[in-house]
């Protein structure tokens, strides 16, 4: 089978027609702006000064660009014949030549695998004429995550792993950890979590590293899901 990767850019600029709800943004005095510039007679209480932005679009940094963005998304695969989960709903399939193709969705990171390779390119094709993308024929980072093709004993099987070995490395890095002290996972019930340990100034790189290892256990490291719990 083949498999492409495709990162759309600015994907929470979706037209005007997708954003139907009103979004207002508060400024403190009055300035000029792209978007349009309205005064509040009778402001909500959530809104501060005397006048607030009022956005036509979906931009990074507001609450409803998500939602705005995988509606667009979720339109243009339906368009193109494919159906949704049910019950993933950034999981889309559909049979082209008698060939199942599988389109899975994180945010802007789109994986799309089928032994059709013809059509394949078609829908390649298809992301260029509506978004822009950065597009890649060979799958190695996926959402953070190594991703390594194994081939089975003979060579005509093969299987996909994902490993999050550098995106611990990176953030070991990022976070100074290298010289802390380490624990075998699964962890264990005498594991003492308070030896040898001092009180953080800086409650954020606790809450990075928890996060961060959270992410990993999600989806590539079960084994320490009960250790960062």
Not at 169 to 187: A, F, G, H, Q, Y
């Amino acid at each position: 089978s083949f498999s492409y990767q495709i990162g759309v850019r600015d994907h929470c600029r979706v037209s005007d027609g997708d954003f139907t709800s009103g979004c207002f943004v508060c400024i403190s005095s009055k300035q000029t702006s792209r978007g349009t510039l309205l005064r509040v007679t009778k402001r909500p209480p959530l809104y501060g000064g005397d006048y607030c932005w009022a956005s036509d679009r979906a931009v990074y940094g507001l609450r409803e660009s998500p939602l705005a963005w995988a509606k667009t998304l979720e339109k243009f695969l339906i368009g193109e014949g494919f159906k949704q989960c049910e019950y993933e709903k950034a999981l889309f399939s559909c049979h082209k030549d008698g060939s199942l193709v599988v389109v899975c969705c994180y945010v802007d990171d789109i994986l799309f695998a089928s032994q059709n390779h013809g059509y394949l390119k078609q829908l390649q094709l298809r992301f260029e004429q509506n978004f822009k993308i950065n597009f890649s024929n060979k799958v190695e980072k996926l959402v953070g995550f190594n991703v390594k093709k194994v081939s089975k004993p003979g060579g005509k099987e093969f299987s996909y792993e994902l490993s999050a070995e550098d995106f611990i490395d990176k953030m070991i890095k990022n976070l100074e950890l290298s010289s802390s002290r380490t624990e075998e996972v699964p962890i264990t019930s005498s594991c003492d979590r308070t030896a040898n340990g001092s009180k953080l100034n800086d409650k954020s790189i606790f809450q990075a590293v928890v996060g961060s290892l959270l992410y990993a256990s999600l989806l590539v490291r079960p084994d320490v899901a009960f250790a960062v719990n």
